[in-house]
């Protein structure tokens, strides 16, 4: 099994990150220039057991996602499975938890690459991929939740 972490801060309460989260249309607002997100489900809401589905392309590889949701824990934890992906496995946990005046997001990514020893190769690039990715996603979520909430 492989593992992936990415950890940041932001300065919005946990609620707001949950709920943001939870809000599959924002999806697509984090997701990097160069993947289009496609929701088949758009009127999906997430609960425990819910399945979602999403079409995303990159460099011209479609590719067709049914992510089902395993855990709610409001406002802390949201916990997803991929039944369909291009993994073999696929499990990600977003974390939020309250740090003094911040908030902290982390997503732990449990995966195993398809093709047992020979998908294991290309191991670096999925975990670059990964890395960008999830970078995009931190730095973009701070972008729009990281204000006065006072302001609303």
């Known amino acids: 099994m492989k593992y992936f972490e990415k950890i940041s801060y932001l300065d919005c309460s946990v609620e707001t990150l949950f709920n943001f989260h939870l809000d599959i249309k924002n999806l697509k607002n984090i ?16 609960y425990e057991g819910g399945v979602l589905k999403i079409r995303t392309q990159k460099n011209y590889l479609s590719t067709i996602w049914e992510v089902q949701i395993l855990k709610i824990e409001e406002p802390n934890l949201l916990v997803d499975i991929g039944l369909k992906s291009p993994f073999k496995y696929w499990k990600h946990y977003h974390i939020f938890t309250k740090k003094g005046n911040q908030s902290q997001m982390k997503d732990i990514i449990e995966y195993e690459l398809p093709f047992g020893k020979i998908g294991n190769l290309f191991d670096f690039f999925v975990r670059n991929e990964l890395k960008k990715m999830f970078e995009f996603r931190h730095e973009k ?12």
């Open 31 to 46: 997701s990097p220039l160069n993947v289009k997100v496609e929701l088949i489900n758009k009127d999906f809401t997430p």
């Open 141 to 152: 979520t701070k972008k729009l939740l990281s204000f006065n909430e006072d302001d609303i």
